[in-house]
């Protein structure tokens, strides 16, 4: 199985931060990855790959290493994040990012 | 809108069965490869299988840890899928998700239901 590894686990930040979560895949995963946000209680939603995602969500990366990138962090965005990767079964997550209030 | 809603969570004894049933409405169901994600209380996410289409004769994949307990089925005609699940264990405790695969060539799940609780406790 493809591990997905995620870092940091937890991040504090402000309104207005930029900032960046990392995701590794133990082999190469192309650019098979996913990125999701979820609330408290709620289902998760894809962000980057989908219509409609606010343009301060970004990614990147191909191969083992990807990031996710927020330009400007904004209230809403305070959440947990997890990576996919569907390239090959099973389908895996990584563990998760939780951005907090800082 | 593309919704999925899923039901058929309980509590239910180690050991027992209990069967999730997922409605699909305002997109063509048949067309979509449809997957279970499961998430134990406080925990990350984890995948727990797929069932494709019928061109692609609606075959399945299972995570490891559910395979051979666990059977993914649909009905086209009722826009409905469902998770059959014996032989539970206290481990499969979590929430448990109807996702869409997304058609657009990237496997990504784009759409999900509200979730549907199972306890597995004595």
């Known amino acids: 199985d493809i591990q997905m590894t995620q870092s940091p686990s937890t991040l504090s930040a402000s309104v207005g931060d930029r900032v960046t979560i990392t995701c590794r895949a133990s082999?190469?995963?192309?650019?098979?990855l996913a990125w999701y946000q979820q609330k408290p209680g709620k289902a998760p939603k894809v962000l980057i790959l989908e219509s409609g995602v606010p343009s301060r969500f970004s990614g990147s990366g191909s191969g083992t290493e990807f990031t996710l990138t927020i330009s400007s962090l904004q209230p809403d965005d305070f959440a947990t994040y997890y990576c996919?990767?569907?390239?090959?079964?099973?389908?895996?997550f990584g563990g998760g990012t939780k951005v907090e209030i800082k | 809108e593309v919704q999925l809603v899923e039901s058929g969570g309980d509590l239910v004894q180690p050991g027992g069965s209990l069967r999730l049933s997922c409605a699909a409405s305002g997109f063509t169901f048949s067309n979509y490869y449809m997957d279970w994600v499961r998430q134990a209380p406080g925990k990350g996410l984890e995948w727990v299988g797929r069932?494709?289409?019928?061109?692609?004769?609606?075959?399945?994949e299972y995570a490891a840890s559910v395979k051979g307990r666990f059977t993914i089925s649909r009905d086209d005609s009722k826009n409905s899928l469902y998770l059959q699940m014996n032989s539970l264990k206290t481990e499969d405790t979590a929430v448990y998700y109807c996702?869409?695969?997304?058609?657009?060539?990237?496997?990504?799940?784009?759409?999900w239901g509200p979730g549907t609780l199972v306890t597995v406790s004595s």
């Open positions: 069932i494709r289409k019928r061109a692609n004769s609606y075959t399945t």
């Open positions: 996702t869409r695969v997304s058609d657009s060539g990237k496997f990504h799940f784009d759409s």
């Open positions: 996919q990767q569907y390239e090959t079964y099973p389908v895996t």
């Open positions: 082999q190469s995963i192309s650019s098979s």
